[in-house]
């Protein structure tokens, strides 16, 4: 049965490039492949996609550049693929506007799944309100941009974006880093992963959230998170 989204897969290497798209059309995906950036570019241009898996190492343009350009231009779901078991190129991914990231040798059913949480998470997002309000923030869901009191408008990454729309849907909830992960990327953490913790400073910083002494994410010793003031839909 078609699930009605499409795929671009972006991968130099044609037997992944294949094997993915194979794997995803026996469930339902309809696929699109490309080596490159030039491919991408082509790819967007036919028919936008509604997710995009895309290599980090490629000739040319490297996945890193195409993930920020693709993201200035687009809000379009990115599951990026890493040979490297390094995490800062996973972070590094992430804080590029990268949605989540698998590294290879991957299950294909695991990036199925992560697919799907994906598109779940996103599909959730939409029957929300386009702005939220909590301290002296506005969240715009459509453009994936903060809206501070001066009307100054700052995009966030595909990862930042999610963690903050979990931390508005339970305000005043305090938050394990397993209920984020889990919220927020739609599976477990893996074990030891502080990748969280990463996220919650990098996300302060762009509140303007004074580390030593947060007002509106707080660290609760030995529990979690909070984020501690309250959430208004206006619009």
């Known amino acids: 049965m078609s699930t009605g989204k499409r795929i671009l897969i972006v991968d130099d ?8 798209a194979d794997y995803l059309s026996r469930h339902g995906f309809e696929c699109q492949m490309a080596a490159d950036g030039s491919g991408l570019d082509q790819g967007f241009a036919s028919h936008a996609p509604d997710l995009v ?8 343009e490297d996945g890193f550049s195409l993930c920020k350009r693709l993201r200035q231009q687009s809000q379009v779901p990115i599951i ?14 992430l804080e590029l506007g990268a949605d989540d990231y698998l590294a ?19 599909q959730s997002f939409g ?11 506005q969240l715009d869901r459509t453009t ?5 009191n001066d009307a100054q408008r700052e995009s966030l990454s595909g990862a930042d974006f999610a963690l903050l729309n979990v931390f508005l849907s339970h305000p005043q909830q305090v938050l394990s880093r397993d209920d984020l992960f889990d919220l927020s990327r739609g599976r477990d953490a893996p074990p030891l992963d502080r990748s969280i913790d990463v996220h919650i400073c990098r996300l302060r910083a762009r ?13 609760i ?13 206006v619009g």
Do not use: C
Request: aromatic share 6%; hydrophobic share 40%.
């Open 13 to 20: 290497d044609e037997d992944i490039r294949q094997l993915i």
């Open 53 to 60: 898996i895309l290599d980090l190492m490629l000739p040319g």
């Open 80 to 93: 990026m693929l890493t040979a490297s078991a390094d995490d800062t190129d996973r972070i590094l991914g």
């Open 104 to 122: 290879k040798p991957f299950n294909p059913r695991e990036l199925l799944a992560r697919i799907k949480a994906i598109l779940r998470r996103t």
């Open 127 to 137: 029957g929300q309100a386009r702005f939220q309000r909590f301290g002296p923030w």
């Open 144 to 148: 994936r941009e903060l809206v501070g």
């Open 207 to 219: 509140l303007g959230d004074d580390a030593k002494s947060p007002q509106l994410i707080k660290t």
């Open 221 to 233: 010793r030995g529990a979690g998170y909070i984020l501690a003031v309250p959430v208004e839909n």
